[in-house]
C-alpha cells in the first residue's frame, strides 16, 4: 500500500507556475468558502447545480470537520490563497467513494483541476478506494474533460440532465504515460525562464576581476545576449559597462532569470527580494549554505514559484540563436550545436564542455545543477525532449532524487536521442552490507546499471568514454549489429584493434568468401583479408578507399574499423591513406565507418568528409572498440519492444498486505519472518514452494518425514531459529534422511548442537534435481525494488552470475534477465540436457516483481535455491525480512 499524503507538497501546473496541495483541516474553512464567493454565478452552477450562496457554505462547514472516516479533502494555494478543492467521500461499506471538485475562475485551463484529481487518486488508493463516481451537469464540458483526460478506465451515463461518472482507480500504463504527458508540458513551462529568459540580472556582480558575479556578466555580455541585461551591486554604477542598481527592489523591471553570487548569509534574504519582485528563475552559484540558509532558500522558491539550479554551480548556458545565453564563469563559452548537457560537477560540466568544443560537437544548453535542490537531470531531459534542438543528451548524475521517474523519463527521450552518462560510484565502497544472497548480490552498481539497461541510457565509465561514445553517435550511422571488419595497414595493428572489438563484446567473423576474393582483388599483392583485413604499408590512397566501401557496402558488416599506422613509403610517395577516409563518399554506404590513427595525439577526434560528414579517429583501438560496442547496444535496445507489465492471475494483494501489517503488529521492528508467514506470502503471490512441514520436537519431525516422504521415501531436516540465514554454514540442514531412525538422529543431531537457540524445524521432501537458481528481491530505499536472478546454490555470491532490473518488471525485462547470466545455457538445454521450464521461470520473477511492488515493508525476499526442470520451477528455501516503512507513489506529480 502507498502512503497518504505527506503533509504538503509542491507541484507544477501546464503554464510552469506552483501550487502547494495539502489536506485541508478546519483553519481552512474561511478560505475555502472566499473561493466559492468569489465564483462566477454560472461556475456556482456548474459546481452545485444551483447558483444558491448558501451551498458555498454548507460545503465549507463539510471540509472544515475533522477526522471523518471515508472522507479526504486537498486544496491547492497560490500566492497563500486557497485556488482548488478535490474531496472524496468513502460510501459505508464499499470501496467507492463519491468526489467534488472546485478551482478558482482564475485558474482554469492551467490543469489544476487534473492535478488536484491525481493527488486525490493517490490517496485514495492508500486508503483502499477503488472507484470515484461524481455526477456531472451534461453541459459541464471542462469537468468532463477533466475526467476523460486523466488516463484511467472512465464511463458516464446519462441521467436527464446530467451524467453518472465512474472512474476506476487502478493505475496502469496508460494512465502513467497521461500522467507523464502532463508533467512534461508542466516542466518544460516552468523551464522556459530559466533557459530561455527574456531578460537577466546577475546579483552580486563584483567590481573585483576575481568576482564570480562578474565573469558571468562578462561572459553574458560577450555571448551577446538578446535581452535586456542588468546588475546589482549597491556599490556600483555600472559593471562591465552593464547598469548596476543596488538591489533587486530598485531594478526598472523584475528579471524573469536572476544569478546569484552573493555570500552564502546573503542568499535567502535575495531569494526573498526576487521572489517578492516577480523573478520567475534563480540560478545560485554561491556555495557553502548551512541548513538554515539552504532551507530557507528552498522554501522561497516554491512560496513564490521559482524555479532553481543550484546552489554550488557553474551557471547555465543556451547558444541558441534567439538566446545566446552564458550564464556560467566558465572559461570559454560553449559552441553552439545540438548537444544537451547536464552535470553535478562543475569541474566535469568544464570537461565535457572543453571536450565537445575540440570535437566541434556544439551544445544546446548546458545546465551545472551543483547542489540540485530542484531542478534535476529528469526535468533537463523533458526540456531537450521537446526544445527543437537537442539531438544528444550527456548526464553526469552524482545522485537521483526520484530514479524510478527519471528511468521513465529517460526510456522516453532515449527513443529519440542518444542519452549518455557517466557511470560514477562503481567501487566496493558503495557496497550496503546485508545478509541474504540477494541483498548481498544487490550492489549500488549494479542497481543503477539495472536503471540505465531499461531506460535505454548508455552508461560509460569515465568523461573519455562518454567523448569517445558521444563523437561516434553523432557523427555515424548506428551499426545494425556487431559484426565488426578490422582494415588496417599493418598487421600487428590489426591484431590489436580485432582483440580489442572481442574484448568489448563485438565480433569481428570471417568475411563470406565473395567478399574476400573482391577485397583482395582491391590491394597490392601480399595483403591479407581474413579479417583483420592486413593491407600492407604499401596500400595506396585508392585502394584503401575502394576496400572500405566495399566492406562498407555489404550486408554482412555492420561496422569497419580502420587502423593506420604512419609507414615510410606513405610519407615517401606523398600518398596519405587517412586521405580514403575523408575523401570517401558516403552515398550507397550502409556501415559505421570509424578510424584508429596510431600517431594521433588527441584521444578523439572528427575528420571532416567530403560533403559536409564527418568520421571518428581516436588513438587507441579499445577506445574505438568501446564507442562501436556502445553503439551496437544502442541497437539492441532500440530494436527491442519495450515490453508490458501483465495482469497475473492468482495475486491477492490485499491478503498479503493484511499479513504484513499482522506482523508488524506483533513485531514493530520488523525482521527475519518465520517458516509460516513465509510460506503464507508466497501462497498469496502464487509462487510455487516445496511442500513443507513444521515440527517442534521428534515425534512431529517422524511424523512429518512420513507424510511428506516422497516415492523414494527421502527427506531433508532444517533447523530453525529467528535470524538463521545460511544454515549450511552452521551445519543446520540434514539431506537424504531415507527412514524413521535416520530422521531421529538428525533431530537429536540438531537439539544436541543447537539447542535451546532453535525454535523447530522444517521437514521437506527431498527435491528432485535440476538447475540450482536463485531469485529475490531487495527494496532500495533511493531506486525502489529490485529484483534479482541467477546461479543459486551455496555459490551464488562467490560466481556473482546475476543479472538485475528495477521493478515493476516488464515481459521483456524478464526474459532479458533470464537469458543474460552466463548460467542460462543451462536453462535452454545444454549438452544433451532439455531445457527447463522458461514459462515457470517467468512467472516467478513477474510475482516477486508484483510482490516488491505492492509491499514496501518487504525489505528482501531470498528463494535459493530454486530449482528448475523441464517440468516445472520450485523454490526450496526462501527466507524474507519485513521494516515498518511506507513507500511514496515515484509517479506522483510532484516538485522535490
Not at 471540509?63 to 472522507?71: F, I, N, T
Not at 553535478?344 to 547542489?371: E, H, P
Not at 546485508?434 to 546499471?449: D, K
Request: glycine residues 10%.
Amino acid at each position: 500500500m502507498i502512503e497518504s499524503q505527506p503533509p504538503q507538497v509542491h507541484a507544477l501546473l501546464t503554464d510552469g507556475s506552483t501550487v502547494r496541495i495539502r489536506r485541508a483541516g478546519p483553519d481552512d474553512r474561511d478560505e475555502i468558502l472566499r473561493l466559492y464567493e468569489a465564483m462566477s454565478p454560472e461556475n456556482l452552477r456548474l459546481r452545485f447545480f444551483s447558483t444558491s450562496r448558501r451551498s458555498a457554505g454548507a460545503a465549507a462547514d463539510r471540509v472544515s470537520e475533522q477526522d471523518r472516516p471515508g472522507y479526504r479533502a486537498l486544496v491547492a494555494e497560490s500566492a497563500d490563497r486557497i485556488v482548488g478543492l478535490a474531496e472524496y467521500e468513502a460510501v459505508r461499506g464499499t470501496a467507492t467513494a463519491e468526489i467534488a471538485l472546485a478551482v478558482a475562475d482564475g485558474h482554469h485551463h492551467q490543469g489544476l483541476g487534473t492535478l488536484l484529481l491525481e493527488h486525490l487518486v493517490d490517496a485514495a488508493r492508500g486508503a483502499g478506494i477503488t472507484t470515484f463516481t461524481a455526477d456531472v451537469l451534461s453541459d459541464n464540458s471542462a469537468a468532463l474533460k477533466v475526467f476523460t483526460d486523466l488516463g484511467l478506465r472512465a464511463s458516464r451515463r446519462c441521467e436527464g440532465p446530467e451524467y453518472h461518472c465512474t472512474v476506476e482507480l487502478i493505475r496502469n500504463e496508460e494512465y502513467l504515460a497521461a500522467c507523464d504527458e502532463r508533467g512534461r508540458t508542466a516542466d518544460a513551462a516552468s523551464l522556459r525562464p530559466l533557459l530561455r529568459p527574456r531578460s537577466v540580472a546577475v546579483v552580486g556582480a563584483g567590481t573585483k576581476p576575481g568576482s564570480v558575479g562578474r565573469a558571468v556578466l562578462r561572459n553574458l555580455r560577450r555571448a551577446g545576449f538578446a535581452g535586456p541585461l542588468h546588475a546589482v551591486n549597491p556599490h556600483a554604477q555600472a559593471v562591465e559597462r552593464t547598469p548596476s542598481y543596488p538591489s533587486v527592489t530598485a531594478l526598472p523591471q523584475p528579471p524573469e532569470l536572476a544569478v546569484v553570487a552573493v555570500p552564502a548569509g546573503a542568499v535567502p534574504e535575495v531569494a526573498e527580494e526576487c521572489g517578492k519582485t516577480g523573478v520567475r528563475a534563480l540560478v545560485v552559484l554561491t556555495s557553502g549554505l548551512d541548513a538554515g540558509q539552504a532551507a530557507a532558500l528552498l522554501a522561497t522558491v516554491r512560496r513564490y514559484g521559482m524555479r532553481l539550479v543550484g546552489p554550488n554551480c557553474l551557471g547555465i548556458s543556451n547558444t541558441e540563436e534567439r538566446v545566446r545565453l552564458d550564464a556560467a564563469f566558465a572559461a570559454h563559452r560553449p559552441l553552439p550545436g545540438t548537444a544537451g548537457v547536464a552535470v553535478q560537477s562543475g569541474g566535469v560540466g568544464i570537461a565535457l564542455l572543453g571536450g565537445l568544443s575540440r570535437l566541434g560537437i556544439g551544445v544546446s544548453s548546458f545546465v551545472s545543477l551543483g547542489d540540485k535542490y530542484d531542478v534535476s537531470g529528469n526535468d533537463l531531459l523533458q526540456w531537450w525532449e521537446g526544445d527543437g534542438t537537442t539531438d544528444l543528451a550527456l548526464l553526469h548524475l552524482e545522485s537521483f532524487g526520484n530514479p524510478r521517474a527519471f528511468s521513465r523519463t529517460a526510456r522516453r527521450v532515449a527513443r529519440r536521442m542518444p542519452v549518455l552518462t557517466v557511470d560514477a560510484g562503481r567501487s566496493d565502497a558503495g557496497r550496503r552490507a546485508a545478509a541474504s544472497h540477494t541483498a548481498a548480490a544487490a550492489t549500488p552498481t549494479m542497481t543503477r546499471q539495472a536503471l540505465f539497461t531499461q531506460a535505454g541510457v548508455t552508461a560509460t565509465r569515465s568523461i573519455g568514454e562518454l567523448l569517445d561514445t558521444a563523437a561516434l553517435l553523432h557523427s555515424q550511422p548506428l551499426p545494425a549489429g556487431t559484426r565488426v571488419a578490422v582494415v588496417s595497414n599493418a598487421g600487428g595493428a590489426g591484431v590489436l584493434a580485432a582483440d580489442a572489438c572481442t574484448e568489448a563484446g563485438l565480433s569481428v567473423p570471417e568475411l563470406p568468401a565473395e567478399l574476400v576474393t573482391d577485397v583482395l582483388e582491391l590491394l597490392p599483392d601480399g595483403a591479407s583479408a581474413a579479417n583483420p583485413i592486413d593491407t600492407t604499408a604499401a596500400v595506396g590512397e585508392a585502394p584503401l578507399r575502394a576496400c572500405v566501401a566495399r566492406l562498407a557496402a555489404h550486408g554482412g558488416v555492420d561496422a569497419v574499423l580502420v587502423v593506420l599506422a604512419p609507414t615510410a613509403i606513405s610519407a615517401a610517395t606523398g600518398d596519405d591513406p587517412v586521405l580514403a577516409l575523408t575523401h570517401a563518399a558516403p552515398a550507397g554506404r550502409s556501415s559505421t565507418v570509424a578510424a584508429v590513427l596510431l600517431d594521433q595525439a588527441e584521444s578523439v577526434r572528427l575528420l571532416h568528409t567530403r560533403g559536409g560528414g564527418a568520421l571518428p579517429a581516436y588513438a587507441d583501438p579499445q577506445a574505438a572498440a568501446r564507442a562501436l560496442a556502445h553503439a551496437a547496444a544502442r541497437t539492441r535496445w532500440l530494436a527491442r519492444s519495450p515490453g508490458r507489465v501483465t495482469e497475473l492471475p492468482d495475486v491477492h494483494t490485499p491478503e498479503a498486505e493484511a499479513l504484513v501489517a499482522r506482523c508488524l503488529e506483533t513485531g514493530p521492528g520488523g525482521g527475519w519472518q518465520d517458516p509460516r508467514t513465509t510460506a503464507d506470502l508466497l501462497d498469496h503471490y502464487g509462487i510455487p514452494q516445496l511442500p513443507w512441514a513444521w515440527a517442534e520436537d521428534e515425534e512431529a519431525a517422524v511424523i512429518a518425514a512420513q507424510r511428506l516422504a516422497g516415492p523414494d521415501g527421502r527427506v531433508v531436516m532444517k533447523a530453525y531459529w529467528p535470524g538463521l540465514l545460511h544454515k549450511t554454514e552452521h551445519g543446520a540442514v540434514h539431506l537424504d534422511l531415507q527412514n524413521t531412525s535416520q530422521v531421529r538422529a538428525a533431530h537429536r543431531d540438531l537439539v544436541t548442537r543447537f539447542g535451546e537457540l532453535m525454535t523447530g524445524v522444517v521437514v521437506q521432501p527431498l527435491a528432485d534435481r535440476g538447475v540450482e537458481l536463485v531469485a529475490g528481491a531487495v527494496q532500495d530505499e533511493v531506486f525502489g525494488p529490485l529484483v534479482l536472478f541467477g546461479l543459486g546454490g551455496t555459490a551464488t555470491e562467490l560466481l556473482a552470475d546475476h543479472a538485475a532490473r528495477l521493478a515493476p518488471l516488464s515481459d521483456q525485462d524478464v526474459r532479458e534477465m533470464i537469458t543474460s547470466p552466463r548460467c542460462a545455457p543451462l536453462l535452454f538445454g545444454y549438452r544433451g540436457c532439455g531445457p527447463v521450464d522458461i514459462k515457470g521461470l517467468e512467472q516467478l520473477l513477474l510475482r516477486l516483481s508484483r510482490m516488491a511492488c505492492d509491499l514496501p515493508q518487504l525489505a528482501e525476499i531470498d528463494l535459493n535455491p530454486v530449482v528448475a526442470r523441464p517440468g516445472g520451477v520450485t523454490a526450496l528455501d526462501v527466507r524474507v525480512r519485513l521494516l515498518p516503512r511506507r513507500a511514496r507513489d515515484p509517479y506522483l506529480r510532484r516538485l522535490r
